[in-house]
């Protein structure tokens, strides 16, 4: 299956999970149309200053992919600065927040999975 851009729904989420600002969420693909358990599949624009609340992965791991830009992710242990190409793993219940740093949008592939049952 082709998604193209002009297919994909976006959403502008105002504080997500009580993060400062707006982020937009750019879906690549439904959980429903997807096989394997997947509960997000999309690419987020975190603009200057904005970011993701702290918040906990239950039954569940999620990627984050940097595209582009810089910031701060918090993994429940501190913050760690994060650029284009890094890749971050959190679940097993950890608990995760990032914010935009920079001075260009932070661009995120965010890939949620849920455990079986």
């Known amino acids: 299956m082709i998604r193209k ?49 702290l918040h906990q992965h239950l039954q569940e791991d999620e990627i984050y992919i940097v595209l582009q830009g810089a910031g701060l992710l918090d993994d429940g242990h501190g913050e760690k600065g994060i650029s284009a190409g890094d890749a971050i793993l959190t679940g ?3 608990s995760h927040a990032v914010r935009n740093t920079g001075t260009e949008n932070l661009e995120l592939i965010a890939v949620i999975m849920t455990y079986p049952s």
């Not at 009580?18 to 969420?25: C, L, P, R, W």
């Not at 879906?27 to 096989?35: G, H, R, S, V």
């Open 92 to 94: 097993k219940g950890e």
């Open 5 to 53: 851009t002009s297919e994909q729904s976006v959403e502008i989420r105002e504080k997500m999970r009580g993060g400062a600002g707006a982020v937009t969420v750019r879906q690549f693909f439904k959980p429903e149309e997807i096989t394997a358990k997947t509960r997000l599949c999309a690419q987020l624009t975190i603009p200057p200053g904005a970011g993701i609340g």
